[in-house]
């Protein structure tokens, strides 16, 4: 069965579109989730357009074989990681700026277009793409659409599903189908866009956004404030969250997130700081001063011991590297279990304090950064390589993180998804009649379980 499927799939697709080759599966049978043992494929397809996306999704419907989407392959909570018999259907081929409207401001693209290279390509039409995740220079369209991905200028400019207007979407049958529309109003039938949106490749496969594209800002003005303790952070983050400030960045990075980006990258960052908070205006001068001096101001007030401001953009992205490289830098020092919960942004001291007595109770070293600015944080545990105690305790605190988001009246999971790993608590924070009216939802679009089974539902 599984040769006949490989063999008709190998027929209906272009040369060199299908993978078998076991050493070259093995990529992709893993994605950016650490601790979790993925599945093996049958096989990897390669299409470069939706017409081949479709064939080999009727393909694999006709021999029941299970597919799971892939872009880049940075999901962090299993939702692109291979279960066993499936086919791979990798997108990455797909990466084409298909149309840049600089008159009614929107871009169509293909999934595997990377993130960073739409604003690069919009920006001599004077427009940007706002949703700018840590991971904006490796991560696709495809794969931000899958997970409502977010980033660092969310507090002003807020997430994917804010900046999208329409999906070209490959069902489970393969039928081929349009959402949204190219303009900004329009209530005609379901919301079927906003549907998909985060829905990790569980209802339908993704082969071109339509987004909507923003002014470029004219500049910004960025400050950092160093804090002798985490909680002073998180008291300055509710200030600044009170005080009604349109900040365009509000980011956290405590001492261990800072000690390994400045021992990987030597910038001359405060090490004996307790945490970093990173503040950027991008509004009109001379507003953006005003806002970042007033965000000083209620920093020291929370108990800063330095703060500095600068418009040069040089400069300020050198402060933000100590954000960007956050990840990066932690998985240098061991297996990474990397959490992502928001609560609302007033518990934001609540949840870095409480974070604090997860590390010391379960023996594991936390690593606490994030979008301080929407409540949406990403606590670290770091692990030695290969200490299978460690790992048991490191799972705990990884739950018992989760445990405190609800407890907080927050979420499990801001913007990576559910995948794989945060199946167990999707219950809990949604309840019993939601969650069974979604998978009404999806063995109505997907009856024989095909799309990405075992995620997110």
């Given amino acids: 069965m599984a040769d006949r499927f490989v063999e008709e799939l190998g027929d209906a697709l272009p040369a060199g579109a299908l993978v078998t080759d076991p050493d070259v599966l093995q990529t992709y049978r893993y994605d950016r989730t650490e601790w979790i043992e993925p599945g093996t494929p049958l096989a990897a397809a390669f299409p470069t357009t939706t017409e081949q996306v479709a064939t080999a999704v009727r393909v694999a419907a006709a021999h029941r074989v299970p597919i799971v ?11 692109s990681s291979a279960i066993d018999g499936c086919l791979v259907l990798c997108l990455e081929r797909m990466d084409r700026i298909v149309e840049i409207d600089a008159v009614d401001q ?92 985060g829905s990790e490749g569980t209802l339908g496969i993704v082969t071109k956004v339509r987004v909507r594209l923003t002014p470029l800002p004219e500049g910004a003005a960025t400050m950092v ?10 008291v300055a983050v509710a200030d600044l969250v009170a005080s009604g400030l349109q900040l365009s ?19 001359g960052l405060d090490r004996d700081a307790a945490a970093l908070l990173l503040v950027q205006s991008d509004s009109p001068v001379p507003l953006r001063g005003t806002e970042v001096a007033r965000a000083a101001e209620l920093c020291d007030r929370a108990g800063a011991t330095y703060t500095a401001a600068t418009d040069d953009a040089d400069e300020a992205e050198m402060l933000l590297q100590a954000r960007r490289l956050a990840i990066p830098a932690l998985e240098r020092l061991g297996d990474t279990l990397l959490d992502d919960v928001a609560v609302p942004r007033s518990r934001i001291p609540d949840l870095v304090g409480r974070t604090e007595d997860i590390a010391a109770a379960r023996d594991v070293t936390i690593g606490t950064f994030g979008h301080a600015g929407d409540g949406n944080m990403h606590p670290t545990i770091v692990l030695p390589r290969g200490d299978q105690d460690a790992l048991v305790r490191g799972k705990a605190a990884f739950n018992d993180i989760l445990e405190v988001a609800l407890d907080l009246g927050g979420t499990i999971t801001g913007e990576h998804g559910i995948g794989i790993v945060k199946q167990p608590f999707l219950e809990r924070e949604i309840g019993a009649g939601s969650l069974a009216v979604q998978r009404s939802i999806k063995r109505a679009l997907d009856p024989h379980d095909l799309l990405n089974p075992g995620k997110w539902l």
Wanted: net charge negative; proline share 5%.
């Fill in 106 to 197: 929107m871009a169509v693209l293909e999934p595997g277009v990377i993130n960073a290279d739409i604003s690069l390509a919009t920006a001599d039409a004077g427009l940007w793409y706002p949703p700018d995740p840590a991971s904006k220079t490796f991560c696709s369209i495809g794969g931000n659409v899958a997970t409502n991905a977010g980033g660092l200028c969310c507090v002003k400019y807020g997430v994917t599903r804010d900046h999208v207007l329409g999906l070209e979407v490959v069902m489970a049958d393969g039928t081929v189908i349009e959402t949204g529309r190219r303009t900004i109003k329009g209530v005609a039938g379901l919301d079927l866009t906003q549907l998909l949106i």
């Fill in 225 to 234: 404030a160093v804090f002798p303790t985490l909680g002073a952070a998180g």
């Fill in 69 to 79: 989407p892939r872009g880049a392959g940075s999901s962090l909570c299993g939702g």
């Fill in 249 to 267: 960045l509000v980011e956290l990075v405590d001492r261990t997130t800072l000690l390994a980006v400045d021992d990987w990258r030597n910038l």
